[in-house]
């Protein structure tokens, strides 16, 4: 006899920043016969790879279209402020926090795959030339990152994108006032398979007992519950606890329980730090 074809791979697309390893991990612990390929993708490009069947399914940035994708959000991540260790900023404590007061005087340099903005008003004044003249944004995250080492001005980014563009000569606080950036799994909505919800099940931390995908226990036995690859336990465990279970896996934008799964690494809580005399000497300046 033939030996079966192998699985296809399933393809899991993760933007800059994002950290799907703990989930890879998972996933072949369950499904060691289904390879499970990470693929890095940019923000703006991971609607384009799903649809096109590129991948199955990706952690990207939300929100999505409700009509095409469905989505889990996952978490938020927290906004900071990078500048030149040459910056008054720079004088902060670690703990202590930036608002968008403190840098509404300064450029503040945006890239063009920026991920913060698209709803939201920029603080700070918008870089110039000498003549005066708006500045276009700069191409790259990374572009921002070197801009502003030079100490002429600021960016503003979520917390994975400035570790992921860390250097020697920029530091960073967060800002207490800015814009998060969610982070979720997305998927075709017609796309959504055994695997997928194998997935679904992962990433919000069901153990193996009570997956829906293929790698939980058999549906609709004698002592399954609705089908659903739940046990009795489970069932019972969430009633007695008075916790509704959520209706189904497929929810879309929105649908998910925030904060389901895992923490963003890196993420800080919101609030404002105790300002440094530092602070308070930019403040009194005057520019």
Request: aromatic share 4%.
């Amino acid at each position: 006899m033939s030996e079966p074809e192998p699985a296809a791979p399933f393809r899991l697309a993760y933007v800059p920043g994002a950290t799907p390893g703990k989930w890879a991990g998972v996933w072949r612990e369950r499904l060691p016969d289904v390879e499970l390929e990470l693929v890095q993708v940019e923000a703006s490009a991971v609607p384009s790879a799903l649809e096109s069947g590129e991948v199955d399914a990706a952690v990207g940035r939300l929100p999505v279209d409700k009509e095409v994708f469905s989505a889990i959000p996952l978490y938020e991540e927290a906004p900071v402020v990078c500048f030149s260790r040459d910056h008054l900023l720079a004088a902060l404590a670690d703990d202590e926090t930036v608002s968008s007061a403190d840098i509404a005087e300064d450029p503040v340099w945006v890239p063009a795959d920026d991920v913060l903005f698209a709803t939201h008003p920029v603080p700070g004044v918008v870089p110039t030339d000498p003549d005066g003249n708006p500045l276009e944004r700069v191409p790259t995250t990374a572009d921002a990152v070197s801009t502003v080492a030079a100490n002429v001005g600021v960016a503003v980014l979520p917390m994975s994108l400035a570790r992921l563009h860390r250097r020697k000569d920029v530091t960073c606080r967060v800002l207490s006032d800015g814009p998060t950036a969610p982070v979720g799994l997305v998927w075709p909505v017609e796309r959504t398979t055994d695997l997928v919800e194998e997935l679904i099940g992962i990433v919000r931390g069901r153990t193996v007992n009570s997956s829906r995908g293929r790698g939980g226990p058999a549906r609709a036995t004698a002592g399954g519950v609705g089908g659903r690859g739940e046990d009795t336990k489970t069932r019972a465990g969430a009633k007695k606890s008075g916790t509704a279970k959520s209706g189904g896996t497929t929810g879309r934008s929105g649908g998910g329980r925030r904060g389901t799964g895992t923490t963003a690494r890196g993420a800080v809580p919101r609030g404002k730090g105790t300002r440094s005399a530092a602070k308070g000497k930019k403040k009194g300046k005057g520019r």
